[in-house]
Every structure is written in C-alpha cells, then in structure tokens.
C-alpha cells in the first residue's frame, strides 16, 4: 500500500487564471474616480470651491481632516 502511494503521479501545478486588462480597466477607473471625490471631500472642501454651500460638510470633516493631517485652519 506504501508503494502504491510512492509512486503516484504528482499533481499539476494550478496557475491562476489571467485577467484581461479590458475587465479591470473600468473598474480601476471607478475606483480612481471615487478615490478622488473622496480626497476632494476630506481635504479640499474648504468653502471657496466647495460644491456644497455653507460650512456643514466641513464640519462634518473636520476631524478627518486633522486625522489625515490636511490643514484646515
């Protein structure tokens, strides 16, 4: 029986399979665009340029902003 399993074949390498760049590409695009609305929120907004009026979505970031260490004062 110790023979038997001595001798049996080795099993093929699994290689993962490849994933075209036509499928990631739009997905990587998303995630940049998200990426950077997200940094435009938490850093940028400051009121000048804001794209929400008034002083809440700063407030509501402030300490993100600190936490991140953007200025903000």
Known sequence: MSQAAAHAPA????????????EVAPWALFAGVVLL?????????????SVVPGEML???MH????????PCH
């Open 11 to 22: 099993p093929a390498a699994l290689a993962p399979a490849p994933i075209p760049l036509r």
């Open 63 to 70: 300490d993100g902003r600190h936490l991140l260490g953007f």
């Open 37 to 49: 609305a997200l940094l435009y929120l938490v850093g940028l907004d400051q009121g000048a340029t």
């Open 58 to 60: 700063h407030e509501f």
